[in-house]
């Protein structure tokens, strides 16, 4: 028997569905690209003492070639061990990536390090049927807790309909989604599914769309009811294709009364500013839309174009968090596993930018004041 998320200690589950600030933790190395577990540590205890809910380690963030490069136990251990002297138990959420075989192996080792959850990478899953794929994670759910996951397209994920999702929230120990696919129809697709599965009271929403955090974090999503299951349904189109009727929503999944929400984020966006962005959750979760919140809707969508290097399709993303962590005196370079990835042209002075047209979606101070003490 695995691990169910009813096993979780007292209070994750709560702060989980409550809606929280967790990173897409990066990696630190060494000038030679070995790991630099002192600052790896360091990034972990920043994080936390920024007021973020949880830590996502072993994601896109922190290189899927830690797994080749032999640092991914180490890596997720470092994490796990940062974490275990906190006075509120933070929600550990590891990546598993590959298909079945692969994704059970990096689940178990999760969970033999403490981790709640693991975040389901279908990347590997290109070209196979939706039957398959939720197969697959029925396998992983048996392991232990998961935590959707809809990567765009763009950097390797795979489109996934309103149909698949219904059938993803139906799997008991589904806790959580990250919805990233940096597309507007997509993410509606992922909370049509969940509403129309009745899951919205077990599965929380959280946003990973960098590109429109705040919105996402505002937008009170009262779609309509699901049709009869003759009708068919959902943006994706059609009833479940193992014949599963469309279950009745219920009125906290839609039904007009109580609209879902996306109530947190497992952001690449926020390892970087992470004070600024526990202050900016704060002040979106559950709140109507003002003219000033929209404001910053777009300030940091700005923000992270210039830290995600859009303007070349991503090419610089991993290297532009690190680059913002290393003038922070985090990292002590921005180096990589792959020697071919760094800063694209220009993407240095776009940070530079943005850094200063925003200073209050800035950390720089609060880092500064408590650095020495996170790489003692």
Same mark, same amino acid.
């Given at each position: 028997?695995?691990?169910?998320?009813?096993?979780?200690?007292?209070?994750?589950?709560?702060?989980?569905?409550?809606?929280?600030?967790?990173?897409?933790?990066?990696?630190?190395?060494? #000038?030679?690209?070995?790991?630099?577990?002192? #600052?790896?540590?360091?990034?972990?205890?920043?994080?936390?003492?920024?007021?973020?809910?949880?830590?996502?380690?072993?994601?896109?963030?922190?290189?899927? =070639?830690?797994?080749?490069?032999?640092?991914?136990?180490?890596?997720?251990?470092?994490?796990?061990?940062?974490?275990?002297?906190?006075?509120?138990?933070?929600?550990?959420?590891?990546?598993?990536?590959?298909?079945?075989?692969?994704?059970?192996?990096?689940?178990?080792?999760?969970?033999?390090?403490?981790?709640?959850?693991?975040?389901?990478?279908?990347?590997?899953?290109?070209?196979?049927?939706?039957?398959?794929?939720?197969?697959?994670?029925?396998?992983?759910?048996?392991?232990?807790?998961?935590?959707?996951?809809?990567?765009?397209?763009?950097?390797?994920?795979?489109?996934?309909?309103?149909?698949?999702?219904?059938?993803?929230?139906?799997?008991?120990?589904?806790?959580?989604?990250?919805?990233?696919?940096?597309?507007?129809?997509?993410?509606?697709?992922?909370?049509?599914?969940?509403?129309?599965?009745?899951?919205?009271? #077990?599965?929380?929403?959280?946003?990973?769309?960098?590109?429109?955090?705040?919105?996402?974090?505002?937008?009170?999503?009262?779609? /309509?009811?699901?049709?009869?299951? /003759?009708?068919?349904?959902?943006?994706?189109?059609?009833?479940?294709?193992?014949?599963?009727?469309?279950?009745?929503?219920?009125?906290?999944?839609?039904?007009?009364?109580?609209?879902?929400?996306?109530?947190?984020?497992?952001?690449?966006?926020?390892?970087?500013?992470?004070?600024?962005?526990?202050?900016?959750?704060?002040?979106?979760?559950?709140?109507?839309?003002?003219?000033?919140?929209?404001?910053?809707?777009?300030?940091?969508?700005?923000?992270?174009?210039?830290?995600?290097?859009? =303007?070349?399709?991503?090419?610089?993303?991993?290297?532009?968090?690190?680059?913002?962590?290393?003038?922070?005196?985090?990292?002590?370079?921005?180096?990589?596993?792959?020697?071919?990835?760094?800063?694209?042209?220009?993407? =240095?002075?776009?940070?530079?930018?943005?850094?200063?047209?925003?200073?209050?979606?800035?950390?720089? /101070?609060?880092?500064?004041?408590?650095?020495?003490?996170?790489?003692?």
């Amino acid at each position: 028997m695995g691990l169910r998320w009813q096993d979780w200690p007292g209070g994750v589950r709560a702060r989980l569905m409550a809606g929280c600030v967790i990173p897409a933790h990066p990696l630190a190395l060494h #000038r030679d690209r070995t790991l630099d577990a002192r #600052r790896q540590t360091a990034l972990s205890r920043y994080y936390l003492d920024a007021g973020a809910g949880g830590l996502a380690v072993g994601v896109h963030t922190t290189q899927f =070639a830690i797994r080749e490069a032999g640092l991914h136990d180490m890596v997720l251990r470092l994490a796990a061990d940062a974490a275990a002297g906190q006075r509120e138990t933070p929600i550990l959420v590891a990546g598993a990536i590959g298909r079945t075989e692969q994704a059970l192996r990096e689940a178990r080792v999760a969970r033999g390090l403490g981790y709640h959850a693991v975040l389901l990478s279908l990347a590997a899953w290109k070209g196979a049927s939706e039957d398959e794929m939720v197969a697959h994670c029925r396998a992983v759910a048996e392991e232990m807790p998961v935590f959707g996951f809809y990567l765009q397209p763009a950097v390797g994920g795979v489109p996934l309909s309103a149909a698949f999702w219904r059938r993803f929230a139906g799997i008991g120990n589904v806790v959580a989604i990250k919805i990233a696919p940096f597309n507007r129809y997509a993410t509606l697709d992922v909370v049509r599914g969940v509403m129309e599965a009745g899951a919205a009271d #077990r599965i929380a929403l959280y946003t990973g769309n960098d590109d429109h955090i705040v919105a996402d974090l505002l937008t009170p999503f009262a779609l /309509a009811g699901a049709p009869s299951p /003759a009708g068919g349904g959902g943006l994706g189109g059609g009833g479940l294709s193992d014949g599963t009727p469309t279950p009745d929503p219920s009125p906290a999944s839609g039904g007009g009364e109580a609209p879902l929400r996306i109530v947190g984020g497992l952001l690449g966006h926020w390892s970087v500013w992470t004070r600024a962005a526990v202050e900016l959750h704060a002040r979106c979760r559950g709140a109507d839309a003002s003219p000033d919140l929209l404001a910053l809707d777009a300030q940091v969508t700005e923000m992270n174009a210039a830290v995600f290097d859009v =303007a070349h399709g991503f090419r610089g993303v991993i290297a532009g968090c690190h680059e913002v962590l290393r003038r922070q005196g985090l990292l002590e370079g921005i180096w990589c596993l792959d020697p071919d990835e760094g800063l694209s042209p220009g993407q =240095a002075e776009l940070i530079d930018a943005v850094a200063r047209r925003y200073p209050h979606l800035t950390d720089d /101070a609060f880092v500064r004041d408590n650095l020495h003490r996170w790489l003692s």
